[in-house]
Nanobody
Framework: QVQLVQSGGGLVQPGGSLSVSCAAS????????MGWYRQAPGKQRELVAD???????NYADSVKGRFTISRDNAKNTVYLQMNSLKPEDTAVYYC??????????????WGQGTQVTVSS
């Protein structure tokens, strides 16, 4: 059984900063890409950023220069540092990981979701 547990997020004023983290645990043999997605009310879930096991990163145009994704492979954890936050960044943020486990081979796993609200 593989679990992704998220922490962080919350409420911040425009221009402020927040961070979220996501730790994978369970019967994990290997993790390929890890990433962050978000879903705002009435909108589809969208990719925010992802990072390969080798550290290559990819960002949505809307967050480039403001958000930074990183990971600690030893801890099976991915982080998202969010700076210069805007009201349009308000959404539920989900982490995702491609995991090779002892029970299901390669599969996609999702965190429980974390609310990020940017409002004055």
């Amino acid at each position: 059984q593989v679990q992704l547990v998220q922490s962080g997020g919350g409420l911040v004023q425009p221009g402020g900063s927040l961070s979220v983290s996501c730790a994978a645990s369970g019967s994990i043999f290997s993790i390929n890409a890890m990433g962050w997605y978000r879903q705002a009310p009435g909108k589809q879930r969208e990719l925010v950023a992802d990072i390969t096991s080798g550290g290559s990163t990819n960002y949505a145009d809307s967050v480039k220069g403001r958000f930074t994704i990183s990971r600690d492979n030893a801890k099976n954890t991915v982080y998202l540092q969010m700076n210069s936050l805007k009201p349009e960044d308000t959404a539920v943020y989900y982490c995702n990981a491609e995991v090779f486990s002892g029970t299901r081979g390669w599969d996609d796993y999702w965190g429980q979701g974390t609310q990020v609200t940017v409002s004055s």
